[in-house]
């Protein structure tokens, strides 16, 4: 690289760390100008581009040729004889030594990007030497004087230049510059050396060229096999040599056409991950021949939109691979075109393939994607007379599609029931395991289980299918649609047909599925209700703890670690009650959420005999709740005439009119009497028993009550307290939270 003005003194260490494969760059002393040698690996290609002041250089395997080419004339001027190089913008010439020759060479720079000459012109006196920009010339005799003009680089000789139409060239003639075509990365037909007939003899000479080389030429032979191998379809050869060049020189390795012809092999050798690696280099981004491995990569991850509309762009390429090669090629490419409703190019790929003498397994595969064209085209007999012909193919693979095809389109028409159609896949995950195929079978029974709301088949099989793939959209489709069921089964109501201890056992299995923020906490609040429902405390329990802990804040959090805390007293935990509101205790809590974590706590401490300071809790608290609760304590307590003063707050001051008493009532009531029994408190059970004995008689505890309520006349209240001493606690307070979960869900109860 030669400019004609000088760059920053750390120009060749800023280029050395910026670029290391081509390292090491060496400055060559100039005055007033820069000359840069890269150690770019031969088949890399600078292009040059300006944007005001700055010129880009971008190295990368591409044609040897400039994108323009000088035109150089012959002409007579004023001193004589003079060959003409017609250029822009050339501010200065340079003469400087080659490095290593020692040959004198005169250098004009100039400003226009990729124009130079695309090979050795030899004139008598000198030779224009190749160049991807700009003009080079090597003087070859004494008295050479090249000069500048506006338009040309003007060489002529002290005495008399020797020219002739002959030995002046130029491309073209006439003063323009010529536009030169780039090659391809691959040029398959050059690489083959000849027929099949000379495979031996050629092979035997690359190899020995492979041995008697060392070094970068060790390399570059050895990149000569690999192609050779490639282009006769010895896809396995030409990965191997192509293995050994990446382990032993990297400069090659870096090349992109490197890159496409070892990407190119991994993806012919099955090896997808690796292909997509190394396709994926950012030294092949918008290369027209890389684009179409990328196509088949998205193929064979059954992305079929960017896939057939990779292969519409390349399908000009592929006409020059080995028939192995091109065959597979065109297999892919017809079926995404029969993948995105393009019958018609799917058509003629397949007739390519045919009328190039395929392989029996090939014609198999062809057979097959003509079943599936004619079944898109309307014609299901057809197909289905196809793929019954192929069902017990030697070819493994189409054998299984075959089945498979016919399975489907069974149900879909209903000669096939869900049930003996999902038997007939079961069976055909084991026709053909580990690819593609085995995805589409487990994608398809996931949505046929989840169909029969076989959820745990559906989620399974859906599982499996995703981790074959896990990179491509369709693996994230199948990721998607377990969210779906998943979501379904919980919050959706899906899976109400679920026992429940298998619905909280799917749901452990598959929770990563749970979906974050509001929609996730409703599934799980869904889930805990069913399993409270039907008395799965302790599953219940451990869900909300799981929930608390891990993904609620603020109020919310409160909220369900008051769930929490009834859960663990029901469970006959107070312990554990108190451990979840000391977890969840949160500032700043609405007035509902904040009594009734006071009553919960106080229902705990009582039941680990901490009576006196759970009374002290809710002492001044006369909620309803709060009355209830106190009621409870100081039964259990024994204080009989502090429980009478309380259970009288939860009945009516006197008896309802025009309508009976209800249940809770009515057991108010007899819970009364009997507290008053037990306090001897004679006054108090007279006043009950003239208000309510009307009322009582005709409920169903009318005996009991007037039972407890003769004994006031007949003075015998001791003897019927002795009988009552070992009366069971009133337990108001947990009695109404659970006749509340009788008619309402959990989650309804804050």
């Known amino acids: 690289l030669v400019f004609d003005r000088e760059g920053p003194e750390n120009l060749a260490k800023a280029i050395e760390n910026m670029a290391p494969q081509f390292a090491p760059v060496d400055i060559l002393p100039l005055a007033g100008a820069t000359v840069l040698r890269l150690s770019a690996p031969v088949t890399q290609v600078p292009r040059m581009s300006k944007d005001e002041n700055t010129w880009t250089v971008d190295i990368r395997r591409r044609s040897p040729l400039p994108v323009q080419a000088i035109s150089n004339v012959l002409g007579k001027g004023k001193e004589g004889p003079e060959v003409k190089f017609l250029v822009k913008s050339v501010s200065r010439l340079l003469s400087l030594s080659h490095p290593e020759l020692g040959d004198r060479l005169i250098v004009a720079p100039i400003g226009e990007p990729n124009l130079g000459s695309a090979k050795i012109d030899e004139f008598p006196q000198f030779r224009a030497l190749p160049s991807y ?12 004087v090249v000069a500048l003009t506006p338009r040309a680089v003007v060489v002529r000789s002290r005495d008399e230049l020797i020219v002739s139409d002959d030995t002046a060239r130029s491309l073209p003639r006439g003063g323009e510059s010529a536009s030169i075509p780039p090659i391809k990365m691959l040029d398959l037909e050059a690489d083959r050396l000849g027929s099949d007939e000379d495979y031996l003899r050629n092979l035997q000479g690359l190899q020995r060229t492979v041995v008697e080389t060392t070094g970068i030429q060790q390399g570059l032979a050895r990149l000569d096999l690999a192609r050779f191998f490639f282009s006769h379809g010895r896809i396995a050869e030409a990965t191997g040599m192509l293995n050994l060049i990446a382990q032993e020189n990297r400069r090659l390795s870096d090349d992109p056409a490197f890159k496409l012809l070892l990407g190119a092999s991994q993806f012919l ?32 991850g059954q992305d079929w939109g960017p896939a057939a509309i990779g292969f519409s762009e390349t399908l000009p390429l592929i006409e020059s691979f080995p028939s192995n090669v091109r065959n597979k090629l065109f297999l892919l490419a017809a079926e995404a075109d029969l993948q995105v409703g393009d019958t018609g190019a799917a058509s003629l790929l397949l007739g390519k393939i045919l009328s190039s003498e395929p392989t029996e397994f090939e014609t198999a595969q062809v057979d097959f994607l003509e079943g599936q064209r004619l079944l898109q085209d309307g014609q299901p007999e057809e197909a289905k ?18 089945r498979h095809a016919l399975a489907k389109l069974g149900i879909e028409e209903g000669t096939l029931t869900q049930k003996e159609g999902i038997e007939q896949l079961e069976q055909l995950r084991f ?46 489709n199948v990721a998607r649609r377990m969210k779906e069921i998943f979501e379904g089964m919980y919050i959706d109501d899906g899976g109400r047909r679920i026992p429940p201890l298998s619905s909280i056992a799917l749901y452990e299995e598959f929770k990563e599925l749970t979906p974050l923020g509001e929609k996730g906490d409703m599934m799980i609040a869904k889930l805990a209700d069913r399993l409270v429902d039907v008395d799965l405390l302790e599953q219940a329990g451990n869900l909300l703890d799981e929930q608390v802990e891990f993904r609620l804040e603020g109020e919310e959090k409160a909220r369900v670690g008051n769930r929490l805390s009834l859960i663990r007293l029901l469970e006959g935990d107070p312990e554990m009650s108190l451990a979840a509101l000391d977890k969840t205790n949160v500032d700043n809590l609405s007035k509902e959420l904040t009594q009734q974590r006071l ?45 009478g003063k309380m259970l009288g707050k939860l009945i ?44 009582m008689s005709d409920g169903p505890q009318g005996d009991t009550f007037k039972l407890l309520t003769s004994s006031v006349d007949s003075g015998s209240v001791t003897s019927i307290a002795d009988e009552l001493k070992q009366v069971s606690q009133v337990q108001a307070f947990m009695k109404q939270y659970r006749d509340r979960l009788k008619s309402s869900p959990l989650s309804k109860i804050n």
Request: net charge negative; glycine share 6%; no cysteine.
């Open 431 to 476: 026709a053909w395991r580990g690819d593609k195929f085995e995805f589409a079978i487990l994608s398809e029974l996931g949505d046929r289980y989840a169909d029969e709301q076989d959820f745990r088949k559906s989620l399974h099989s859906l599982r499996q299918a995703a981790s074959y793939f896990p990179h491509s959209e369709r693996a994230d």
């Open 269 to 300: 050798s099955d090896k997808f991950d690796d292909a997509q690696k190394t396709l994926s280099s950012t030294a092949l981004a918008g290369e027209w021949e890389a684009n179409l491995w990328q196509a088949a990569l998205a193929a064979s």
């Open 652 to 695: 009516p001051a006197s008896p309802p009119e025009g309508r009976p008493l209800n249940e809770e009532e009515s057991q108010g009531v007899i819970n009364l009497a009997i507290a008053q029994t037990m306090a001897g408190d004679n006054e108090g059970l007279k006043l009950l028993r003239d208000s309510y004995k009307t009322i």
């Open 599 to 643: 009553h919960l706590r106080a229902r705990a401490l009582a039941e680990l005999d901490k009576k006196d300071e759970a009374l002290q809790l809710i002492a001044s608290d006369e909620s309803l709740d709060a009355i209830r609760l106190k009621s409870d304590i100081l039964w259990d307590m024994r204080r009989w005439d502090d429980a």
């Open 133 to 144: 920009q700009g003009v080079v010339l090597q003087p070859t005799a004494e008295g050479l």
């Open 385 to 402: 007379a196809i793929w019954k012909g192929l069902k017990y193919n030697r070819h493994r693979p189409t054998s299984a599609r075959a």
